[in-house]
């Protein structure tokens, strides 16, 4: 497996994961590539720097992001767009949530300038 960070033509950064660079190089010849965010097909390569591994000592960092999300945050589900876009237009008391969205739902909030962000694990809510 491969990650690369993409960049659309709408200049929207994303990162995708690839079975091998050839797996990449087919996906975007052929068109099947979109973004994220805004679903354009018009995506390449972003440069990209080496990971440097975590001193071994160092708590690991997604886990500690994960325990702070899970402790001060409330998990919706899949209700997070509606419950965010509540939150957003006022008819709903603001407060730290987190849950699932399809990409349709993140599209339609970005759009509507909610501001969302992905989490970089899923929520052990709906992990086994």
Known sequence: MIRYSLICDNDHSFDSWFANAQAYDSLSSSGHLSCATCGSTRVKKALMAPKVQAKISDPAPLEKLRKHVESTATYVGGSF?????AQHD???????????????????????????????????????
């Not at 767009?81 to 876009?85: D, F, I, L, P, Y």
């Not at 730290?96 to 052990?124: C, K, Q």
């Open 90 to 128: 006022g008819s709903a008391p603001e407060r730290p949530i987190y849950g699932e969205a399809t990409g349709e739902e993140v599209r339609a909030l970005i759009a509507d300038e909610v501001p969302v962000l992905p989490l970089p694990f899923r929520s052990r809510k709906t992990t086994n």
């Open 81 to 85: 767009a509606k419950e965010a876009r």
